[in-house]
T-cell receptor
Framework: DVKVTQSSRYLVKRTGEKVFLECVQD?????MFWYRQDPGLGLRLIYF???????EKGDIPEGYSVSREKKERFSLILESASTNQTSMYLC??????????FGQGTRLTVV | ELKVEQNPLFLSMQEGKNYTIYCNYS?????LYWYRQDPGKSLESLFV?????AVKQEGRLMASLDTKARLSTLHITAAVHDLSATYFC???????????FGKGTSLLVTP
């Protein structure tokens, strides 16, 4: 089974902290994504990566950055966490023309 | 910009009844996905539809794709309580693999 694993299920951070959300996939997929999910807004794409060290902005990249140093790992970084970044964060990976698999999600609360 | 519209957004139905969820999209796409999400959980892949006229069935759920009409449907047959969840359709743009999601349909099946 394909596995996409996110490092934390629940996270509570203080305003202004630098926050790292980690995602690892074990199927050698080229493409990885970070989404956030908010009630009434659905899933919105933050960043994606189609290869090691490559990254592209999604629809809502402001306040976030990403890192992909190895193919299996895609990290989302909140440079200075703010309360409006409280959300559910979902990582996904996909190879060409196949299913996109999602991690279990990280529910981040910024206080 | 690829837009994805689902309707209805909320659906309450009785056990044993049939119903259809609709997913309209604005530009051409060669991959359409249906996902299920239970409260507090991540997204579970249901179907991937890759070509015009594609039809896939799993249990009481059947998905179809009409690329000319830019429409996919998720048909529920003889609903049971276990199908209560939120259902999302998503499309990949022809230029990449990032998925654009509909707002989701929250389904409640009652006795």
């Amino acid at each position: 089974d394909v596995k996409v694993t996110q490092s934390s299920r629940y996270l509570v951070k203080r305003t202004g902290e630098k926050v790292f959300l980690e995602c690892v996939q074990d199927m050698d997929h080229e493409n990885m994504f970070w989404y956030r999910q908010d009630p009434g807004l659905g899933l919105r794409l933050i960043y994606f990566s189609y290869d090691v060290k490559m990254k592209e902005k999604g629809d809502i990249p402001e306040g976030y950055s990403v890192s992909r140093e190895k193919k299996e790992r895609f990290s989302l970084i909140l440079e200075s966490a703010s309360t409006n970044q409280t959300s559910m964060y979902l990582c996904a990976s996909i190879a060409s023309n196949t299913e996109a698999f999602f991690g279990q999600g990280t529910r981040l609360t910024v206080v | 910009e690829l837009k994805v519209e689902q309707n209805p957004l909320f659906l309450s139905m009785q056990e044993g009844k049939n119903y259809t969820i609709y997913c309209n999209y604005s530009t051409t796409s060669d991959r359409l996905y249906w996902y299920r999400q239970d409260p507090g959980k991540s997204l579970e892949s249901l179907f991937v539809l890759l070509s015009n006229g594609a039809v896939k069935q799993e249990g009481r759920l059947m998905a179809s794709l009409d690329t000319k009409a830019r429409l996919s449907t998720l048909h529920i047959t003889a609903a049971v309580h276990d199908l209560s969840a939120t259902y999302f359709c998503a499309l990949a743009s022809n230029s990449g693999y990032a998925l654009n999601f509909g707002k989701g349909t929250s389904l409640l099946v009652t006795p």
